[in-house]
């Protein structure tokens, strides 16, 4: 499937850009999962899977808090920059959980 972009900004440009900020605010995300393509209904969506730490639950980061404050900035963000016909579904994984698909892209810190 060929990426979409809304204005200039394509997911993997969003992800990438709140990949950094989470990471200066210590909230434990070490890397994304996503995918785009259409949900039940075929409507268009984007599936966005945050992988935490292992041992997230032990430092804090699966706390709801938390996880809630990284699902709306990222939810937010995506309406910013143009995304509003487009649900994002945020979803939280452990990094030694295996992927929900062999098909989604990862966006990681070089």
Known sequence: MATTTVGKETPRALLAELLERFREEKRGVRWFEFRRGEDWAGDPAIWVWV??????E????????????????????FREAGF???FVYV???????????PRLERIERP
């Open 84 to 86: 509003e016909d487009t």
């Open 91 to 101: 979803r939280f994984r452990l990094e030694n959980e295996e992927p929900a698909s």
């Open 51 to 56: 992988v935490l730490p292992k041992d997230a």
């Open 58 to 77: 032990k430092k804090g980061f699966w706390d709801w808090e938390n996880r809630e404050a990284i699902r709306r900035r990222i939810y937010d963000r």
